[in-house]
């Protein structure tokens, strides 16, 4: 979507692509444009009115306004007392928008000058996220008087940029483009005229990168899950890959400093709200006054449909849910009077055409402001299907602008969204009302995973193999104890059509060798490489490139035609294992591939998404404990699922299969511990080696390989700076965020920094006890429950009191329900995260070491379908000699499936010093 420049008449020319549009030289709505004049911007109308061959019917609008008044609804978000409402768009006629201008202007509105705020102290930062050459595109642009802030650095530091200005109405648009344009030289400018359904759809087709601009607060408009699917609207229609929107977002506060900010002294915000009822006089006299064969709206009072005088603006704030809601409230009985024109229209829409009493003190909504929570940028990002890459705060921390990319693709599907995820808990209130009614044999997912989930993980799996990793790296071996990139390229469609063979009952797919080639990878013992499992036979040569990737597409066709098969006529619990085992394996082997990525030249790695790290800024971790009262009948392990008394059976729903070392379930006693919210961070464990070097102790086999050292050359051991490996950039521990991340260590490391501590590191029955109980007990302390937690004072007191009251068979169910929305699995970000304050997960970022040997439960059974998923790893001794470690969580490329599921069990050798594992400390009590 490129725009070119007239040399003679300075005058913006649209791009091709919008040119089927009628293009708008000379608006009925403003007397100042000219034909003769050149502009220094283009004009497109794209509105509904401005198209010949509109028909005459009812616009939506007026449709929208008779049933939203006609019928009672519940406010966004959950709220039970119900309402008549009118639109929002009401607010934003040309009155409206020169209101809202002035409101910006008010002392007690805080928003435009915190965002001002961020604009200025941040501008080099959100540029260089702007590419030269590329489409920036505003979303309710109004009067640009925060927009020049971002224009003004753009046409200094950028060339070849588009600016887009979208509003539904006319004359601001020219107002602003024409004192604007002359401006700035060095970048086009073109007004688009319309709604957003209207103009966004063309910009699909543009191969220049965007940046959509979604400035002040107008995300706050919508309750959770309309947020998302307007942002994921806004993503399908207009963004492809590495497309960027920027979205401010007011942050919540002080209740008082919230209704200071919508009842203003002056009552400018008053005026702005009761507009919406003579805009919506407006439009019925226009639509009449079109019925009828006017030029002009007709003004009689006939075709009014309020009395604006019979009105008042309400406001009130709710606390509980972040939310300030506005309403025109009626001062005495009156009207709501249909025009006579339209009375059998209005029946049609709502069953009477008969005017609509309103009673003294009854309430019409017209819009809601919602405030967000620390995390809630993330978790709206995720829902969307999109990445939370950057953020930016004001001074005050009021107010925040954040970056959200389109990825290349996404590892699954985006999670449905909770109705309170936007607050500071990040959990459902309505989740802890539903406790005591949750069925155990229920599973939160299918239990086949579907097409959609199958075609998420092939997507992400060829972003991996055929983007991230540049094709004449394919045969590298960055790690020595693993094979080459190509053979996982094999290894995943080989595993899976040796599955798929034995659930369909059919030949291997051709070529059968690769089932020999690529059936399974090595795992040598690290201490002893001569100590190796048994695995697949080694091919002299291995096969190209493109014949592997022939035989995959023909593996994948065969699970697509046994999915559609299931659904019509189901599975034996036997067919369905395998085609489970296949996807969970492709899931975890993502993993495997990504940490040896991580291992190449950071020059080698294709960056899937583009990113910027924020800046350390003197924030240092603020730790925190907790302190658990264990018990000595917590049972963990997964029931139901013995893959041999469930031989021959027809596939139940609800099934949750789990791996053989998950069963059977076992009772496991625990003695009081403390635990610490938050895993050790990339800048603690610097400073642990800084410590032994100032000692003059060793640092030999401490440092990291999750690191990369800056200054390799210097005598002087961690005298220069060190940056993390990550496939979209290598951010520094000593400037960048990156020093709060969680640390990727291997086990030996992990417990040398527990050692100098005086502290230990969790067993797995601590941790899972931990990560169960904490989840939960978040969840709880909110809505019904918040008064309860409070008394308790701590997640250990209030789990100590719920115990107390009989089992508690949630901390029993496969999947944990009350995983924060936030928590970084699932490439929710392609990177860490800095670790919460007040450690709201113990998921994500990265898997966790344990003190716990990998050994089987009591009564365990190798799987007859796969006996060497587990057997070939449990040390032969437990607690002597012991080679591998259980590892529990999740990190941020762990498939959401595998992360929410309590029972499974990861592991590693300890001295593996390449996985995405971190550790947190443990004290007795």
């Not at 966004?76 to 202007?105: C, V, W």
């Amino acid at each position: 979507m490129v725009a070119s420049i007239d040399c003679e008449t300075t005058t913006k020319i649209v791009p091709k692509s919008l040119s089927g549009y009628r293009e708008s030289s000379q608006s009925s709505e403003s007397s100042q444009d000219s034909v003769d004049a050149p502009r220094h911007y283009q004009f497109v109308d794209f509105r509904a009115a401005a198209s010949p061959d509109r028909q005459k019917r009812m616009p939506p609008i007026v449709e929208k306004i008779i049933t939203g008044l006609t019928t009672l609804s519940e406010l966004p978000g959950g709220s039970t007392t119900k309402h008549r409402t009118l639109p929002t768009l009401l607010l934003y006629d040309n009155a409206g928008l020169e209101l809202f201008d002035r409101i910006t202007y008010l002392p007690e509105y805080y928003l435009t000058d915190c965002e001002i705020d961020v604009l200025r102290t941040h501008t080099q930062s959100i540029v260089a996220q702007i590419p030269d050459n590329s489409d920036v595109i505003e979303l309710g642009c109004g009067s640009l008087r925060k927009t020049q802030i971002l224009l003004d650095a753009l046409n200094q530091q950028r060339s070849g940029v588009t600016y887009y200005a979208i509003d539904v109405m006319p004359q601001p648009l020219h107002d602003s483009m024409e004192s604007l344009a002359p401006k700035f030289a060095n970048v086009s400018f073109v007004a688009l005229c319309g709604t957003y359904d209207e103009v966004l759809t063309h910009f699909k087709k543009s191969t220049r990168r965007k940046t959509v601009l979604w400035l002040g607060s107008s995300i706050g408009n919508f309750a959770c899950d309309g947020a998302v699917q307007f942002i994921a609207g806004i993503s399908d229609s207009a963004l492809t890959a590495n497309d960027s929107i920027v979205i401010g977002m007011d942050k919540q506060k002080a209740p008082e400093i919230i209704m200071d900010a919508y009842h203003d002294s002056q009552g400018i915000t008053a005026e702005f709200e009761l507009n919406a009822l003579s805009h919506a006089n407006y439009i019925f006299s226009s639509y009449i006054s079109e019925l009828k064969g006017c030029l002009s709206p007709n003004n009689e009072c006939d075709s009014c449909i309020f009395d604006v005088d019979k009105f008042r603006y309400a406001g009130e704030y709710d606390e509980d849910v972040g939310r300030h809601n506005a309403f025109l409230e009626a001062l005495e009985d009156t009207l709501v009077k249909w025009p006579s024109e339209i009375a059998a229209q209005v029946k049609e829409l709502c069953g009477d055409s008969g005017d609509l009493p309103l009673q003294r003190g009854e309430r019409i909504y017209i819009e809601s402001s919602h405030k967000y929570g620390d995390g809630s940028a993330s978790v709206l990002a995720r829902s969307a299907g999109l990445i939370h890459t950057a953020e930016w705060q004001d001074s005050r921390n009021y107010y925040m602008l954040n970056m959200f990319r389109k990825p290349p693709t996404t590892m699954s599907q985006p999670p449905t969204i909770r109705s309170s995820s936007f607050n500071k808990w990040s959990e459902s209130s309505h989740r802890a009302r539903m406790i005591e009614q949750i069925d155990p044999s229920v599973s939160q997912y299918p239990t086949i995973p579907t097409l959609p989930e199958w075609q998420h993980v092939w997507s992400t799996w060829d972003t991996l193999l055929l983007h991230i990793i540049p094709r004449r790296c394919l045969y590298d071996q960055p790690i020595d104890l693993r094979h080459p990139f190509i053979f996982y390229l094999g290894h995943v469609p080989a595993f899976a059509d040796i599955h798929m063979a034995a659930a369909d009952a059919m030949p291997l797919t051709e070529p059968q060798s690769y089932a020999q080639w690529f059936e399974r990878g090595i795992d040598p013992n690290i201490e002893d490489l001569t100590i190796c499992h048994s695995h697949s036979e080694v091919p002299k040569e291995w096969p190209q490139v493109d014949e592997i990737l022939a035989y995959r597409d023909r593996v994948r066709a065969r699970f697509v035609n046994w999915l559609i098969a299931y659904e019509k006529n189901g599975a034996s619990v036997e067919a369905a294992r395998h085609v489970w085992m296949a996807f969970e394996h492709e899931a975890l082997h993502f993993e495997t591939l990504l940490y040896m990525v991580l291992q190449m030249g950071p020059g080698d790695i294709q960056s899937p998404i583009e990113t910027s790290f924020a800046p350390l800024g003197g924030r240092q971790p603020c730790e925190s404990w907790i302190k658990y009262v264990g018990g000595s009948d917590l049972v963990f392990g997964l029931a139901g699922d013995d893959e041999f008394a469930m031989q021959g059976q027809a596939l139940r729903p609800g099934h949750v299969f789990g791996w053989d070392n998950e069963s059977p379930q076992t009772r496991i006693s625990l003695e009081p511990f403390s635990i610490r919210a938050q895993p050790i961070t990339n800048g603690e464990y610097l400073a642990f080696l800084q410590a032994l070097s100032a000692s003059s102790e060793s640092v030999d086999g401490l440092v990291p390989l999750s690191w990369i050292s800056l200054d390799q050359d210097s005598a002087t051991p961690l005298a220069g700076d060190y940056v993390v490996r990550t496939v979209v950039g290598t951010p520094s521990i000593s400037v960048t965020e990156a020093a709060l991340w969680p640390v990727c260590v291997s086990q030996k490391q992990a417990n040398a920094y527990a050692k100098w501590s005086g502290k230990r590191l969790p067993t797995e029955a601590e941790w899972i006890h931990a990560s169960r109980a904490y989840h939960l007990a978040r969840a709880l302390a909110t809505g019904d429950r918040k008064a309860d937690f409070a008394k308790c004072q701590s997640v250990d007191g209030f789990l100590d009191q719920e115990l107390k009251q009989g089992p508690m068979a949630i901390l029993q169910q496969p999947y944990d329900m009350f995983v924060p929305s936030d928590a970084n699995v699932d490439l929710a970000s392609w990177h860490p995260r800095p670790v919460a304050t007040d450690g709201a997960s113990f998921l994500g970022n990265a898997w966790e070491w344990t003190s716990t040997p990998f050994y089987p439960y009591d009564g365990f059974k190798p799987s007859a379908m796969y006996p060497g998923y587990s057997a070939d790893f449990f040390d032969p001794i437990p607690d002597q000699d012991s080679t591998h470690y259980v590892v529990q969580g999740g990190s941020y490329a762990t498939h959401r499936r595998i992360a929410h599921r309590q029972t499974f069990r990861n592991w590693y050798q300890r001295g593996y010093p390449y996985v995405l594992a971190t550790f947190r400390l443990v004290s007795d009590v």
